[in-house]
């Protein structure tokens, strides 16, 4: 759990995903299109994926991938990150991250 903890707050956007989510592609499609470049975790290339991906459950991202952190915050799956992105808020929380200037 701390080595998600310590990746998430090293960037001021984190992606926790896997190369074979479409969602997944998605969620990073949108943060680049916003303009941000996320720090992305593709948890099964990583020696330590399944590790990982019991320590983001653990810490209750329910599904565990994409798991979205912004400002070493879990802001949620890419169903949370959409409702962000309608209703306007997402940007602003990039913005406040320091993830985007505009």
């Not at 896997?18 to 975790?41: D, N, Q, R, T, W």
């Not at 209750?60 to 992105?85: E, M, Q, W």
Request: net charge positive; hydrophobic share 45%.
């Amino acid at each position: 759990m701390d080595r998600v903890r310590d990746l998430a707050s090293k960037r001021a956007a984190v992606i926790f995903t896997k190369s074979s989510c479409c969602m997944c592609h998605s969620i990073k499609a949108l943060f680049y299109e916003l303009g941000a470049s996320p720090a992305v975790h593709e948890l099964d290339q990583d020696a330590k994926g399944r590790e990982m991906e019991g320590a983001l459950r653990a810490l209750g991202c329910n599904p565990t991938v994409p798991a979205v952190f912004i400002g070493g915050r879990y802001v949620g799956s890419a169903k949370d990150v959409i409702s962000l992105h309608v209703d306007g808020s997402l940007k602003q929380k990039l913005i406040d991250a320091k993830a985007i200037w505009f």
